[in-house]
């Protein structure tokens, strides 16, 4: 049962029933409403690690201000600070709150806040060094947000320690995006009185942001570990292996996904580590990751200039076959081969860069990215200086573009099952789409095919295309069952 709306909407008489129930509870008398089962459980764990209820000394201080600066200084929630007090300490400041940010084991490393609550919380320990665990100080947010890995408000008398009822806190726990686990704590903690419903909100929302500032700057820390070691990877020839991060995150292999694991468990020390399949692979050291060796030759999946490459990327997810063998594509690689597709003559690395990642295209990176598509389709088809393919190709939409030139508009609206790449943002696919999807329908309007026009209006652009559904409920006849559904959608459109 929760609390009512009435003590719910006014702090003091909630605070006043919360009393209440944690008198009962903890005496055993009969409870007016049963506590909230996060905050049940809460207490139940810190009553076994033996808190005090009515302790009157406050949090242990574990570490003086010298110990906080140097935690502080490696802490990876210091590059968040920034965004954290932009996003809290304002309007903590205006409740007359404080923020306080914790590290994985509840010791508090920074608070900021109204100087008025600041000097209130020094009376009671709620400073920098101390450790707001449960085993600690028993049920708060801070802790109980550990413990139960989830974000937590604890209001007023549903604190165990008797001392902080007078106190509101919300918190919320981060996670390290490489590893998933906890690495602190971002709280808000003011007065019983002034504390706003929408605080909660407010601190997990802190906390996405903080998770996703540590994601971007992990993903670009990844990008440059790839882009620095990938002519060392390139480099193993016809060896498997892989470039790995420092926590055992799998970043690119040679050949491609050929791990069957995102993440290996890696020894302490630099030395060999024992793959899933139960092979001992070799890892050297490459500063910020390891270059993994397996020792283990690969065959090449083509050894001739004779190859047959498909790409199939019309209208679904991109698919690539290399002498009738399936190639898992990145998307990346997707956008690569289309670009090469379309210049049989080949590409400079700038070109490549430019075309794929757009004005800020790195020619370095479009360089490692090739190095990786080159081990999975072979040297002999994926050539350099400059980049091109070498294989008999064969690619859809460069199909409905032949068919298009010959006059053969049904051939290539049955061809046609939906746009290049849809999703792809990369600048010389976007342009090859939005032509190819231009031309095909002014094609059919202009045949005055009745066949042609179907195959393109079922395909996802068509289905949205008035003028098109107009077209083919003219020339359709009444006695054509298509006729009634194509009617039905041109009103939609129109509607």
């Given at each position: 049962?929760?609390?009512?709306?009435?003590?719910?909407?006014?702090?003091?008489?909630?605070?006043?029933?919360?009393?209440?129930?944690?008198?009962?509870?903890?005496?055993?008398?009969?409870?007016?409403?049963?506590?909230?089962?996060?905050?049940?459980?809460?207490?139940?764990?810190?009553?076994?690690?033996?808190?005090?209820?009515?302790?009157?000394?406050?949090?242990?201080?574990?570490?003086?201000?010298?110990?906080?600066?140097?935690?502080?200084?490696?802490?990876?929630l210091a590059e968040t600070l920034p965004l954290l007090r932009e996003t809290l300490v304002a309007t903590a400041d205006e409740a007359l709150h404080m923020m306080v940010v914790t590290d994985e084991h509840g010791h508090i490393l920074w608070r900021e806040g109204q100087s008025g609550v600041l000097t209130t919380a020094d009376k009671v320990g709620l400073i920098e060094g101390t450790r707001w665990s449960e085993d600690a100080m028993g049920t708060n947010a801070m802790g109980t947000a550990l413990a139960e890995n989830l974000a937590v408000q604890i209001h007023s008398a549903e604190h165990l320690v008797r001392a902080y009822s007078v106190w509101t806190c919300a918190a919320c726990p981060v996670h390290d995006p490489d590893t998933g686990r906890i690495i602190g704590v971002v709280d808000v903690t003011g007065p019983?009185?002034?504390?706003?419903?929408?605080?909660?909100?407010?601190?997990?929302?802190?906390?996405?942001?903080?998770?996703?500032?540590?994601?971007?700057?992990?993903?670009?820390?990844?990008?440059?570990?790839?882009?620095?070691?990938?002519?060392?990877?390139?480099?193993?020839?016809?060896?498997?292996?892989?470039?790995?991060?420092?926590?055992?995150?799998?970043?690119?292999?040679?050949?491609?996904?050929?791990?069957?694991?995102?993440?290996?468990?890696?020894?302490?020390?630099?030395?060999?580590?024992?793959?899933?399949?139960?092979?001992?692979?070799?890892?050297?050291?490459?500063?910020?990751?390891?270059?993994?060796?397996?020792?283990?030759?690969?065959?090449?999946?083509?050894?001739?200039?004779?190859?047959?490459?498909?790409?199939?990327?019309?209208?679904?997810?991109?698919?690539?076959?290399?002498?009738?063998?399936?190639?898992?594509?990145?998307?990346?690689?997707?956008?690569?081969?289309?670009?090469?597709?379309?210049?049989?003559?080949?590409?400079?690395?700038?070109?490549?860069?430019?075309?794929?990642?757009?004005?800020?295209?790195?020619?370095?990176?479009?360089?490692?990215?090739?190095?990786?598509?080159?081990?999975?389709?072979?040297?002999?088809?994926?050539?350099?200086?400059?980049?091109?393919?070498?294989?008999?190709?064969?690619?859809?939409?460069?199909?409905?573009?032949?068919?298009?030139?010959?006059?053969?508009?049904?051939?290539?609206?049955?061809?046609?099952?939906?746009?290049?790449?849809?999703?792809?943002?990369?600048?010389?696919?976007?342009?090859?789409?939005?032509?190819?999807?231009?031309?095909?329908?002014?094609?059919?309007?202009?045949?005055?095919?009745?066949?042609?026009?179907?195959?393109?209006?079922?395909?996802?652009?068509?289905?949205?295309?008035?003028?098109?559904?107009?077209?083919?409920?003219?020339?359709?006849?009444?006695?054509?069952?298509?006729?009634?559904?194509?009617?039905?959608?041109?009103?939609?459109?129109?509607?």
């Amino acid at each position: 049962m929760g609390l009512s709306t009435t003590s719910a909407a006014d702090p003091v008489a909630r605070a006043q029933l919360l009393a209440r129930i944690r008198d009962a509870v903890l005496s055993g008398a009969p409870v007016p409403q049963q506590p909230r089962p996060v905050v049940s459980e809460s207490w139940r764990r810190s009553l076994a690690a033996r808190v005090d209820p009515e302790r009157g000394a406050g949090p242990p201080a574990v570490f003086d201000s010298r110990d906080v600066a140097d935690l502080r200084a490696e802490h990876p929630l210091a590059e968040t600070l920034p965004l954290l007090r932009e996003t809290l300490v304002a309007t903590a400041d205006e409740a007359l709150h404080m923020m306080v940010v914790t590290d994985e084991h509840g010791h508090i490393l920074w608070r900021e806040g109204q100087s008025g609550v600041l000097t209130t919380a020094d009376k009671v320990g709620l400073i920098e060094g101390t450790r707001w665990s449960e085993d600690a100080m028993g049920t708060n947010a801070m802790g109980t947000a550990l413990a139960e890995n989830l974000a937590v408000q604890i209001h007023s008398a549903e604190h165990l320690v008797r001392a902080y009822s007078v106190w509101t806190c919300a918190a919320c726990p981060v996670h390290d995006p490489d590893t998933g686990r906890i690495i602190g704590v971002v709280d808000v903690t003011g007065p019983v009185h002034s504390f706003h419903p929408s605080t909660m909100a407010l601190v997990k929302a802190a906390a996405r942001l903080a998770e996703g500032q540590l994601r971007a700057r992990m993903a670009a820390r990844d990008e440059l570990l790839r882009t620095r070691c990938a002519p060392q990877l390139a480099a193993l020839g016809g060896e498997y292996g892989a470039l790995v991060t420092r926590s055992g995150r799998v970043l690119a292999s040679e050949p491609h996904n050929w791990l069957p694991t995102p993440r290996l468990e890696l020894p302490g020390e630099n030395g060999t580590v024992t793959l899933p399949n139960g092979q001992v692979a070799v890892l050297e050291e490459l500063g910020e990751g390891y270059l993994l060796r397996s020792g283990r030759r690969r065959t090449p999946l083509v050894t001739t200039a004779a190859a047959h490459l498909e790409l199939r990327f019309l209208g679904h997810a991109p698919i690539a076959e290399l002498n009738g063998r399936r190639i898992r594509l990145t998307q990346r690689h997707a956008d690569m081969l289309t670009l090469l597709a379309l210049h049989p003559d080949g590409v400079s690395a700038e070109q490549l860069a430019t075309g794929v990642y757009g004005e800020r295209g790195n020619p370095v990176t479009a360089r490692a990215e090739v190095h990786r598509l080159r081990a999975q389709l072979g040297a002999a088809v994926v050539r350099s200086s400059p980049y091109r393919l070498q294989a008999d190709l064969t690619a859809d939409w460069l199909q409905v573009r032949s068919e298009l030139l010959a006059g053969e508009v049904r051939s290539a609206a049955s061809r046609y099952r939906g746009e290049l790449r849809p999703g792809s943002e990369a600048p010389a696919v976007t342009e090859e789409r939005e032509l190819l999807a231009a031309t095909i329908r002014r094609a059919v309007l202009d045949s005055g095919d009745a066949e042609a026009m179907w195959l393109v209006a079922e395909t996802d652009t068509g289905a949205d295309d008035l003028e098109l559904a107009e077209r083919l409920a003219a020339s359709l006849p009444l006695s054509d069952p298509r006729h009634a559904t194509i009617t039905a959608r041109a009103d939609r459109l129109t509607s």
